[in-house]
């Protein structure tokens, strides 16, 4: 099964449970070379689901010593595509070492 890390939104049982129908169990693991900033979000349907206005995004730094906590799902594929669905045109899917050794898919800022 896909990996997928989320440092934001999409750890919210709510999110989880409109995107994918469940919530989801995973484990805490950590993003390196990354570092947090805010996005102001104007999608209708994203803020209605997490009820924020602003949402973290992740940009490379190249740098190991920045590095973003967050949490490591196993998802289906279908559940990738509504995680795509989910996230606004800021954010591009990437797949990235984590700090575990895992590759995962993670949402960055697009470049």
């Known amino acids: ?17 409109a995107s994918f129908g469940r ?16 996005l102001e979000i104007s999608d209708p349907h994203v803020l209605d689901l997490s009820g924020l206005a602003e949402h973290p995004i992740v940009v490379e730094t190249g740098d190991a010593r920045d590095t973003v906590a967050g949490v490591v799902f196993e998802v289906t ?23 575990s050794g895992a590759e995962a898919w993670v949402y960055v800022k697009v470049t």
Not at 1 to 17: C, E, K, N, W
Not at 24 to 36: C, M, N, V, W
């Open 1 to 17: 099964m896909p990996l997928l890390f989320s440092y934001g939104t999409l750890r919210d049982p709510a999110v989880q449970r």
């Open 23 to 38: 919530e989801l169990s995973g484990r805490e693991d950590d993003l390196p070379g990354y570092r947090l900033e805010l």
């Open 77 to 99: 594929d279908g559940e990738l595509v509504s995680a795509d669905e989910y996230e606004v045109d800021d954010y591009e899917r990437v797949l990235a070492r984590l700090g």
